[in-house]
C-alpha cells in the first residue's frame, strides 16, 4: 500500500497530559506535512491549533476522555465548547459502566446527543475494546450503528491495551454499511497500519506511523 494513502487515514495523535503548546506545533506542522486526516489533541489547545492550521488540516479532540463515565450533560458541553473552538472532529468515550449493566437506550440516547452537540461535525465513538467481552463489542456494533455518529473506534490508548486485528475483524463483521471504523492504540508499524487498513479501518489513530516516515525518510 502506498505510504501517502497510509497516511491520508492517520489521526496524527497527542494526547499525553504533559503535551505543550510546541510539541502540539510539531504534530500539526507533520500533519499538514506528511497529508494525515487530522490531529487528535487534547480540546485545550483546539483553538490555538485551529488559528495556526487555518483550513490546511483537520484539527480532531477528545471529549469524556479517558474514563468515559462524565455526565451526558458534560460530554454534551465538552464536544459543543469544542466544535465553537474549532474542532473539525470529535472522539467521545462512552460510559462503560453503562454497558456492563446493559443500559443499551441510555447509551444510544448519549451518543445522538453528543452528536448533536456536534454541530454537523464528524463523532467517533470510542468503546475501549480492552476492557470488553466479544459480546459487548458486538452490542456496540449494533448501537453505534444504530446512532448517528459516524466512526466506532477501538481504544483511547490509556487502557490496559490498544487496537487488535480481531477487534476491527469483529467491528466490520457486526457495523452496518455507513458506520466507518477507527483502530487505535498500539499501532506501532507501517505492517500493522496496512494490515489493520485491509481489515476494514478507515481510520487509525497513532503517533508513530509519522515517526516512522520521517526517520526512515519514506516520503
Not at 500500500?1 to 487515514?9: A, P, Q, R
Not at 492517520?10 to 510539531?26: G, M, N, P, R
Request: net charge negative; charged share 25%.
Amino acid at each position: 500500500m502506498d505510504i501517502k494513502e497510509i497516511l491520508s487515514k492517520v489521526d496524527h495523535t497527542l494526547l499525553s497530559q504533559s503535551a505543550t503548546w510546541d510539541e502540539i506545533k510539531q504534530i500539526c506542522d507533520d500533519g499538514i506535512k506528511y497529508g494525515t486526516a487530522s490531529v487528535c489533541i487534547p480540546a485545550s489547545y483546539v483553538k490555538m491549533a485551529k488559528e495556526y492550521v487555518g483550513e490546511l488540516l483537520p484539527i480532531c479532540t477528545v471529549i469524556g476522555f479517558p474514563n468515559g463515565y462524565s455526565t451526558t450533560a458534560a460530554k454534551c458541553f465538552e464536544a459543543t465548547d469544542a466544535v465553537d473552538n474549532g474542532a473539525d472532529e470529535i472522539d467521545m468515550v462512552i460510559n462503560i459502566g453503562w454497558l456492563k449493566d446493559k443500559k443499551y437506550d441510555l447509551l444510544l440516547n448519549e451518543i445522538n446527543s453528543v452528536k448533536s452537540a456536534c454541530k454537523g461535525k464528524l463523532l467517533k465513538v470510542i468503546i475501549e475494546t480492552c476492557l470488553l467481552t466479544d459480546e459487548e463489542k458486538i452490542e456496540m456494533c449494533k448501537i453505534v450503528s444504530e446512532s448517528n455518529a459516524d466512526f466506532i473506534k477501538t481504544s483511547t490508548g490509556f487502557s490496559t491495551g490498544g487496537a487488535t486485528f480481531h477487534d476491527v475483524e469483529l467491528f466490520k463483521a457486526n457495523v452496518s454499511e455507513g458506520t466507518l471504523i477507527k483502530a487505535a492504540g498500539g499501532i506501532s508499524s507501517i505492517a500493522d497500519a496496512e494490515k489493520f487498513i485491509s481489515l476494514g479501518a478507515s481510520r487509525l489513530g497513532t503517533s508513530r506511523i509519522v515517526k516512522i516516515v520521517k526517520s526512515e525518510n519514506l516520503l
